[in-house]
């Protein structure tokens, strides 16, 4: 009977050995790819579940997501603070949205424009026949 006891716990210990190396090299992974380290994407990398990280590497994972949030990009001459992918996720819908609405009122415009070119030449159009209509009057 403790023989049996013996090896549930050996694999148990086994197992729990194999999920914190796994987390342990998602957090490295994270840290050498300079992604945002967050307990989302430690969990998916490692194949735990969050709370799984929430009971033993609470702490480690804070400290790590501080420490990157702390860490500035310059994107396009930009300083920018490191993002996890959801983050930029979000970024990315609300600037295609804008440009949607820019796209819209760039297209509005082009049309009130092109109206006020043709009310323009209607109107040059009436100037100068008044003006012709003078220069005869004159002449006469």
Same mark, same amino acid.
């Given at each position: 009977?403790? !023989?049996?006891?013996? *090896?549930? +716990? +050996?694999?148990? $210990?086994? %197992?729990?050995?194999?999920?914190?190396?796994?987390? /342990?090299?998602?957090? *490295? !992974?994270?840290?050498?790819?300079? !992604?945002?380290? @967050?307990?989302?994407?430690?969990?998916?990398?490692?194949?735990?579940?969050?709370?799984?990280?929430?009971?033993?590497? +609470? $702490?480690? =994972?804070?400290?790590?997501? $501080?420490?990157?949030? /702390?860490? =500035?990009?310059? *994107? #396009?001459?930009?300083?920018?603070?490191? %993002? @996890?992918? #959801?983050?930029?996720?979000? *970024?990315?819908?609300?600037?295609?949205?804008?440009?949607?609405?820019?796209?819209? !009122? &760039?297209?509005?415009?082009? %049309?009130?424009?092109? @109206?006020?070119?043709?009310?323009?030449?209607?109107? %040059?159009? +009436?100037?100068?026949?008044?003006?012709? &209509?003078? &220069?005869?009057?004159?002449?006469?």
């Amino acid at each position: 009977m403790s !023989d049996k006891k013996e *090896i549930l +716990k +050996k694999a148990r $210990d086994e %197992r729990s050995l194999k999920k914190r190396s796994s987390v /342990e090299n998602a957090i *490295i !992974d994270l840290r050498n790819s300079n !992604d945002a380290i @967050t307990f989302k994407a430690v969990a998916t990398l490692a194949g735990v579940s969050r709370q799984y990280l929430y009971n033993n590497f +609470k $702490d480690v =994972i804070s400290k790590e997501r $501080d420490k990157t949030r /702390e860490v =500035i990009q310059t *994107i #396009d001459g930009i300083k920018v603070p490191t %993002r @996890t992918p #959801d983050e930029y996720k979000h *970024i990315e819908a609300l600037l295609r949205s804008k440009i949607d609405r820019t796209k819209n !009122d &760039l297209t509005k415009a082009r %049309r009130e424009l092109a @109206t006020t070119k043709q009310m323009l030449e209607r109107e %040059r159009g +009436k100037s100068e026949h008044f003006r012709q &209509l003078w &220069l005869k009057r004159e002449s006469t």
